[in-house]
């Protein structure tokens, strides 16, 4: 358990439809971030939140992309008008401080695939 | 500019060996912090181990320790006695934190890592 579920877990769709993500901490966490992998990459930066403010974005976040954190609890991305270059993983993850090393480490949740035909 | 590079895009070690997967760094920062991932082919990114720039002593989680070698920029990943669920895709990642409380990770191109029975 990562402590951060992630809904759908795949997400199939036409060229031009609109998705949207959902990212549930569960627990509360004031750090949370969105990324996306493409195949054969690692993860990329997309955005960032603390607490509801959204603080940094990526420049691979065009205006079809949206993310919000209404409360500072879950979060959602939503694509508009998808793309076939937008099928990739979309990955939330959350700042946890380990227990042995005592760091702040990226925890990601299971992510969503997304796939674009 | 971070950068991280994995040169090994595959892997193979034979059960029970151990196996070291390279990994070299680029920053201009003094503080930051290195990290190992794990990806097995079910998606989730599973977090293994940290190094931070200035602990003096190699980082050790388990059957997982952390090659750090400052002057040269490298965090080399050994897995001592590998077992058939090692098998999977591999990431070193790099973190500076910055203002806001946001910490900026960037990943690597991953290594592939296949144990044979």
């Known amino acids: 358990d990562t402590g951060v579920s992630q809904n759908p877990r795949h997400k199939i769709t036409k060229r031009g439809q609109n998705v949207t993500f959902r990212c549930d901490p569960i627990s509360e966490h004031n750090r949370l971030y969105w990324y996306r992998q493409t195949l054969g990459q690692g993860p990329e930066f997309l955005t960032y939140f603390q607490n509801e403010a959204q603080l940094e974005k990526s420049r691979l976040l065009s205006d079809r992309f949206s993310a919000e954190r209404p ?14 270059g937008d099928s990739a993983m979309y990955l939330c993850a959350l700042h946890v401080r380990t227990v042995t090393s005592g760091a702040n480490v990226l925890t990601f949740g299971a992510g969503s695939r997304l796939t674009v035909l | 500019a971070q950068k991280i590079t994995q ?6 070690v034979q059960e029970k060996e151990a196996v070291t997967l390279d990994c070299t760094y680029d920053t201009s920062d003094q ?3 290195l990290f190992w991932y794990k990806q097995p082919s079910s998606g989730e990114m599973i977090f293994l181990i940290y190094q931070g720039s200035y602990d003096e002593q190699n980082a050790t989680e388990g059957r ?10 490298s965090a080399n990943l050994v897995i001592s006695a590998s077992q058939l669920g090692d098998s999977a895709m591999y990431f070193c990642a790099m973190s500076h934190r910055l203002s806001g409380g ?3 990770v960037t990943f690597g191109t991953g290594t592939k890592l296949q144990v044979i029975p």
């Open chain 2, 7 to 12: 040169t090994q895009p595959g892997m193979f």
């Open chain 2, 102 to 104: 946001y910490q900026k």
């Open chain 1, 71 to 84: 409360k500072g609890s879950f979060s959602t991305l939503e694509i508009q008008r998808t793309e076939q």
């Open chain 2, 31 to 33: 503080s930051y912090g």
């Open chain 2, 64 to 73: 997982y320790s952390l090659n750090f070698q400052k002057a040269r920029k």
